[in-house]
């Protein structure tokens, strides 16, 4: 007897792998490995929230629009050129989906955000890898990756897990070299947190053209990872593409009610991104200092460097005997690597105390 079997490719996929939460045996654990924001939920979303219990027997409105115009009017962003999503991945994948296929490839950095191939192997497009430059998507070897059968080219920026950004310059001249029917989608899931004045988002070369999407979240610096929401900034073809393929009530009613609520609270982005901005080179100095490479990153999070796979697993070990918890990326290929998201003032210094000693003691 033969028993059902998906299509082959998709047996090709790893299944993502997340941040843990806990290790078994420790009481307090520290969860630095998802790059959730240092500052918990927004108040005004957890009311939000607890207000909306007795609602939940209804549908959600399928069009989000209290919270398109919310978040249009939050980035000056016209509402009837957004499409939100459980999460921006929901809207990774459908565009994967709609635009991609078999015979229809997917160009991505080799270090890229790892649901791009999740997604595009699932779509059933072959997913190609460009060579980085210092961990840097290279616009160069992207340009270079394409081929005839290239309909979408992904650049998370800055990116994850590597913390490295483009400059608006260098992404013009992506969008620029590559064909009109290619889709570029720009991922600025820590859009928030860059400080550099050569950025950009996305949002000029969207207006610009009909070819190049934007996506965003609110998991990171908006702090509502567990409520799976996230946006696209599009044109009009593509936002009438993902209407048309996207689940219908695709976004929980809680979800809706919380990023508005988020968008609302006073200072919240403010406050996040001044803390990243003054923990993060605390972190990577202290980590410098201990003897461990760091590399730059726009994110809120670093990349730690420990030069071979083994002695980034026994940090990681190490660490975790003390209940902090940071993210292995051996799956993006990078094993002698940890990635450490920016936590509270006292998070960060756990962290800094226990990989100093962890190096004091593998130097001893
Ligand atoms: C965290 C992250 C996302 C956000 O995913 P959600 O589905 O919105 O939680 C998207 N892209 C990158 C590069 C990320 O790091």
Known sequence: MTSPAPRPEIRRISPYVGGESSVPGVNRTIKLSSNEGAFGVPPGAQEAFARLAGE????????AEDLRRAIGARFGLDPARIVCGAGSDDI?????LAYGGKGRDIVMSAHGFSIYQ???????SQVAKAPERNLTADVDALLAA?????????????NNPTGSMLPYEEVARLRAGLPSDVLLVLDAAYAEYVARPDYDAGVRLVDAGDNTVMTRTFSKVFGLGGMRIGWAYAPPAVIDVLNRVRAPFNVSIAAQAAAIAALAEPGW??????????????LARGLEAAGIKVWPSEGNFVLADFGTPETAKAADAFLRTRGVIVRPVGGYGLPHCLRITVGTAEEVALVVEGLTAFMAGSRG
């Not at 939940?56 to 069009?63: H, N, V």
């Not at 990774?92 to 994967?96: K, N």
């Not at 999740?118 to 059933?124: D, F, H, K, L, P």
């Open 269 to 282: 982005v403010e406050k996040g991104r001044d803390h990243n901005l003054t923990y993060r080179p605390i």
């Open 56 to 63: 939940l027997y209804r549908y959600p409105d399928g069009g």
């Open 92 to 96: 990774i994948y459908q565009l994967c």
């Open 118 to 124: 999740i997604a595009g192997t699932y779509a059933g």
């Open 146 to 158: 394409v081929t005839a059968s290239t309909r979408l080219v992904f650049l998370a920026n800055p």
